[in-house]
């Protein structure tokens, strides 16, 4: 089993930065993919930000500019630097990790982490 908790997330001004964290119980250097979902009221989770196997970086087209992914295999942590924040980032954000468990690959949600974005 591998838990990832994340944090950092808050209030903020539209304008604003955020940057959110995702600590792993297990190393990420040996994961499938790690990345970021977002959940907003009454809409279906989606993709913010992925890493796959540790190099290739991949964003939702809403974020590209303004979100970075990033990890930090010495840390086991994977970060989202969030800029220029909209009202429509609003959402709770989701850390993902997917590793190989006996040869198939399984994936681990964190408990996830508010943002709003409003004035």
């Known amino acids: 089993q591998v838990q990832l908790v994340e944090s950092g997330g808050g209030l903020v001004q539209p304008g604003g930065s955020l940057r959110l964290s995702c600590a792993a119980s297990?190393?990420?250097?040996?994961?499938?993919?790690v990345g970021w979902y977002r959940q907003a009221p009454g809409k279906q989770r989606e993709t913010v930000a992925t890493?796959?196997?540790?190099?290739?970086?991949n964003y939702a087209d809403s974020v590209k500019g303004r979100f970075t992914i990033s990890r930090d295999g010495a840390k086991n942590t994977v970060y989202l630097q969030m800029n220029s924040l909209k009202p429509e980032d609003t959402a709770v954000y989701y850390c993902?990790?997917?590793?190989?468990?006996?040869?198939?690959?399984?994936?681990?949600w964190g408990q996830g982490t508010q943002v709003t974005v409003s004035s």
């Open positions: 993902n990790a997917v590793f190989y468990v006996t040869g198939t690959l399984s994936n681990y």
């Open positions: 890493i796959t196997r540790g190099v290739v970086r």
């Open positions: 297990r190393s990420i250097d040996s994961s499938y993919s």
